[in-house]
Every structure is written in structure tokens, then in C-alpha cells.
DNA sequence: TATGAAATACGTGGTAACACGTAAATTTTG
DNA sequence: CAAAATTTACGTGTTACCACGTATTTCATA
């Protein structure tokens, strides 16, 4: 790897914010090869140049930061992806390990963070924002909680958070309405969830993300 | 007024978009009096510069972009507000409407409308975005289903919404749990929801931000 | 093949949500 | 003040959700 300033890549769906960043890099002297306005063109740009680093947004028409990551991971191309957005995710965390990402940072904090990001990364090591990491131990925790669960039980948790009542997951499934509830007891007992009323309605809506 | 460039600040909370928002704005030739980094920051540029116009974003800390439009409604300033958002939040339709507030834009479209906006809006026109006009019509309709209800029935609605059961209810608002149960069907008549365990949960939560 | 995990299904009992009706007290409003 | 709207409250019954247990079948795999 080059000492030289590295060369680098961004894609982001906002108009807005793609001047944001680029201007910024722009500014600070950095090797910015191209932008783009989706997943697409931030892929092919990825194919094409090459960059050291490319600065994604995660949620872009076509494909997302992270699928473009799963990408990358096939071919031989040894782009250090940075993800960029506005969620805190936290889900996330754990699959941008798993894909090879160098980072991660909070459009929120990204002027301040940027620079030390792509000095970071550069040097190999991987960046996450403070405000992921401070993240960290509530998501492991609440990812076991989430792994314990059998493929029918996360079936079913899904369905439960489109507002689908037993009887409609029931037949749906082609079981009985007998075994979804045991399912929902099952999951209530694995999550440790509140002993209230709807309270699994409530966990599968507010974790309806992470069920995708 | 006067027919010369309009004298125009801008806020927002994310430093990359209020970067990119502001070099627009400068590359365009437009008058910049300033930027904020949230509401506060906004309230006091609007109070010290009088501009033409303020393109507030809607989320902001200390203050929204619909608080300050609030807050200048009162005093004897004329700067036209122009809020900038990242989510389609169609029952802030309305709200804008009441709030003498001038444009509404999304984030998505800046780059293309915000020209046409500040033209548009320093001739004293409103202008709102094609993608929030096609959701006026269902705006509409949803919000005359929210307006028959009563104060109480809203009261209920919020804390359904916060997953509170039927008792909780009741002993928060000091009433009798069989009332809060009639509410409940009344509101459920009312908003014509469809007859499905839990769906005015579901429904309370859905409209969660329409309550507040 | 044997063991265990997972999925399937039922029994029983309790609580919450919802429908539909009645009716009194209170507040708003013309 | 009188009429209308709202809030309060209860009765009765149905359905859904949830707990806790038992038990059989299926399936992966050690």
C-alpha cells in the first residue's frame, strides 16, 4: 500500500449530502476519483477505479452499502468500504464485520469524524464511530437473545410484526393455531420479555428491522 | 420587498448536509447571511438578521424547524420559512399550512427544487413539494378521521400508543377502566379501523407522530 | 443408530381487548 | 338557561393472547 493520500469513492442517494461530503474532501485535499447517486454507480465506479476507499451510504436505490460490501468480498478487489448513514443501526454492527467493513460512521458526526476515518483506515485498521460502539454491548446482548430463536420461531416473530394474528400465521404456515401459540410462548420465554399484554406485538415492531 | 437576491440562513443538524446546503447556496450566488447547527442557533440568526428567508430543518435539537416557524408567527418578522426534511411526513402537511410556513421540501430533491423554492417563495408564492402534494389528498382524509375525536379519545390514543394497557389507563388518568374500554371502542368506530385483535394498537402506533 | 434439538399439537386456565348496549354526570355551546 | 356533546361507568359476551405443562414426530448429527 501507498503512503501517498488515498484514493476514494462516494455514493449517497441525497443530492445534498453527496456535495456535503464531496465538497468537504474536496477541500481537504483529498483523492476523490468520483461520486455517485446510487448503488449501482458506486459499484461500477468500485469495479472501475479501484479506490482505496469507498465511502457508502447504506440505504441507496439498486443495491445497498452493504450489498455492495457482499460484492466486493467475491471479487479481488481490496477496497476498504466505509459505511456512512444516518441510523444508528445497530443491528448493523455485527454484519459489517462480517463483510469486511472498515468502517462505520453517524452522518451526524461525519465532518468531525471523516478525516481521522480515512486516516484510520488507511493505515488497515478498522474505524467505528464512538457513538457505534457505545452501542456495542446492548447489541450483543440483544442479538444472543435474537439467536436463540429456531428458524420457525423467527418465522413466525416476522409475521407477528405484520400485525398477523395467530390464526392468520396459522394457516398461512399450514399448522395449527396450537403450535403458533406455543411458538410465541417459546419466544416470549427466549427474549425475556415484559410480562404484559401485546407485549411480543410490541418487541416484533420495534425490532422489525432486525427481523429482515 | 425588494426584487434583489433574497437574504436567506440555514439550519440543520447534520454537518455534511448543512455543508452541502450552504456551498450550494454560495455557488448559486445567493445571499448567505448564515447557518445554524440546530434550533436555538436557527431562532437567534432569524431574530438577529431578519432574513428573506430560513430553510430550517424539521428535526433539530432544542428546537424544530415547526417550533420556530411557531415562535416567528408570534413576533413581527416577515422571514418566510422554508422547512427541509429527510422523511415524508404528511401530517405535517397541514401543520405547515397553519404555521405560515412558505416551502417543504425534501431532502432527496434538494439539489433540483431548492432553486425553484427560494424563486418561487421570494415572490411570495408557497411552494411544496411534487412528492408532498400527491399525498395531500390522503392527508385529508386521515386527518378528518383524527379530528372527530375528542380530546379524551386522543388522550387515550397517545398512551395506547406508549403501550399502556386498558388499567394503566385508567389509573394514570384517574378513570374507571370500563371508560377507558368504551373510549377505546368508540375510537375504534370512529377511525373505522378494521376489526382485527390489537389493530388499534397497531394503528395508535402507526400514527404515533400524527398524536403528538 | 442413538441422542438431542426442533417442530408439531393439545389441555387448562387466566387476563386483555373488543363489540354492543344502556345510562348518568359533566361540560360546552347556542 | 336549554340543547348538544362529552365524559364517565357498567353489563354481557366473544375472541385473542399468554403461561405452563405434556407429548409426539421429524431431523440433523455425533
Redesign the interface.
Known amino acids: 500500500m501507498t503512503n501517498s493520500t488515498p484514493s476514494i469513492i462516494i455514493a449517497d ?9 464531496s ?2 474532501l474536496l477541500e481537504k485535499g483529498f483523492n476523490l476519483l468520483g461520486s455517485g447517486k446510487d448503488g449501482r454507480e458506486a459499484y461500477n465506479l468500485i469495479i472501475q477505479t479501484k479506490p482505496d476507499i469507498a465511502i457508502l451510504d447504506i440505504q441507496m436505490p439498486y443495491m445497498s452499502g452493504l450489498e455492495i460490501a457482499q460484492k466486493c468480498k467475491g471479487l479481488d478487489i481490496d477496497t476498504k468500504i466505509v459505511l456512512i448513514t ?1 441510523h444508528k443501526e445497530k443491528e448493523l454492527y455485527q454484519k459489517a464485520q462480517e463483510l469486511n467493513i472498515f468502517g462505520y460512521i453517524l ?6 469524524e471523516i478525516e481521522n476515518c480515512i486516516k484510520t483506515v488507511t493505515e488497515g485498521v478498522p474505524f467505528f464511530s464512538d457513538k457505534i460502539k457505545e452501542l456495542i454491548g446492548v447489541v450483543l446482548m440483544e442479538d444472543s437473545d435474537l439467536n436463540t430463536l429456531t428458524p420457525s420461531e423467527k418465522k413466525i416473530l416476522k409475521l407477528i410484526a405484520q ?1 398477523k ?1 395467530n390464526k392468520e400465521i396459522a394457516s398461512q404456515l399450514f399448522i395449527s393455531y396450537r403450535t403458533v401459540e406455543k411458538h410465541r410462548s417459546n419466544i416470549i420465554t427466549k427474549l425475556n420479555i415484559e410480562p ?4 411480543l ?2 418487541w416484533a ?1 420495534e425490532h422489525h428491522m432486525k427481523l429482515l
Chains 1, 2 share one sequence.
Open positions: 442517494d441525497h443530492p445534498l449530502l453527496l456535495k456535503g461530503l465538497d468537504f444516518l452522518k451526524e458526526f461525519a465532518l468531525e400485525d394474528t404484559k399484554t401485546n407485549s406485538l410490541i415492531k
